[in-house]
C-alpha cells in the first residue's frame, strides 16, 4: 500500500523564519512530487512540484527531493501570517497519475 | 488559467436522501476526474477516478452503490451520494486532469455536505 507520511504538528515559527516541512513515501516507483497549502474550509492549492532529485525554487518556496531516501521537503522562506495553513504533501504514480496524500503538517507563523 | 467549479459549494439534507454534486472543468477537456473525501483535521481520501465515457474505478473500501459517479463528458461529473447518511458528511473534492499538463493543480472548490 502506498504510503505519505508527514509530521502533522502543529509548527509554529516566527515571522521572517524558515519553515521547513518533511515528507516521506514508500512507493519507489513514484513519478511526481507535490506541495499543496490548504486553508481551513478550502481545497487543496498547488505551492510546488519537483519531479528530479535536488532543489526547485520558486520565490520563498524551495522544494527538496531525495529518492534514494525516499524524501521530499519544503522550505519556506521569510515565513509570514499569512502562510499559516495546512500543507500537503501529495506524491504521484502510475499512468492514471493519481494522487496519495500525507495527513498534512499544520504550520502557524507567529507575527 | 483553468478553473473547476463545483456545485453546490455546500449541502445540507435529511439522513435517507441523495444528493449531487457537479463538477465542472470550464475551459479544458478533463479525460479523467478524480474525487476525493475530508473529514475534519483529516487528508484526503482518494474515493474514485473516472476516464470520460468509462466506468469510475472506487477505491477500496468505497462503496460504489452508495457513490454513484457519472463522468458523461469531457467537462462534467457528478457524484450522488445516496441514502445519505450523518456519517456521510464531509468535504467532497474533485480534481480534474488535463492530459497535457503534468502539474496536478486543478481541484474544484469542493462542496461540504452535512447530513442530518
Known amino acids: 500500500q502506498k504510503e505519505v507520511e508527514q509530521n502533522s504538528g502543529p509548527l509554529s515559527v516566527p515571522e521572517g523564519a524558515i519553515a521547513s516541512l518533511n515528507c516521506t513515501y514508500s512507493?519507489?516507483?513514484?513519478?511526481?512530487f507535490f506541495w499543496y497549502r490548504q486553508y481551513s474550509g478550502k481545497s487543496p492549492e498547488l505551492i510546488m512540484f519537483?519531479?528530479?532529485?535536488g532543489d526547485k525554487e520558486d520565490g520563498r518556496f524551495t522544494a527538496q527531493l531525495n529518492k534514494a531516501s525516499q524524501y521530499v521537503s519544503l522550505l519556506i522562506r521569510d515565513s509570514q501570517p499569512s502562510d499559516s495553513a495546512t500543507y500537503l504533501c501529495?506524491?504521484?504514480?502510475?499512468?492514471?497519475?493519481?494522487?496519495?496524500f500525507g495527513s498534512g503538517t499544520q504550520l502557524t507563523v507567529l507575527p | 488559467g483553468a478553473v473547476v467549479s463545483q456545485h453546490p459549494s455546500w449541502v445540507i439534507c435529511k439522513s435517507g436522501t441523495s444528493v449531487k454534486i457537479e463538477c465542472r472543468s470550464l475551459?479544458?477537456?478533463?479525460?479523467?476526474m478524480f474525487w476525493y473525501r475530508q473529514f475534519p483535521k483529516q487528508s484526503l481520501m482518494l474515493m474514485a477516478t473516472s476516464n470520460e465515457g468509462s466506468k469510475a474505478t472506487y477505491e477500496q473500501g468505497v462503496e460504489k452503490d452508495k457513490f454513484l459517479i457519472n463522468h458523461a463528458s469531457l467537462t462534467l461529473s457528478t457524484l450522488t451520494v445516496t441514502s445519505a447518511h450523518p456519517e456521510d458528511s464531509s468535504f467532497y473534492i474533485c480534481?480534474?486532469?488535463?492530459?497535457?499538463?503534468?502539474?496536478?493543480?486543478?481541484f474544484g472548490p469542493g462542496t461540504r455536505l452535512t447530513v442530518l
Open positions: 475551459d479544458f477537456q478533463a479525460t479523467t
Open positions: 512507493d519507489r516507483g513514484s513519478q511526481s
Open positions: 501529495a506524491v504521484s504514480s502510475g499512468s492514471a497519475r493519481q494522487l496519495t
Open positions: 519537483i519531479y528530479s532529485n
Open positions: 480534481r480534474a486532469r488535463e492530459p497535457t499538463f503534468n502539474n496536478e493543480q486543478f
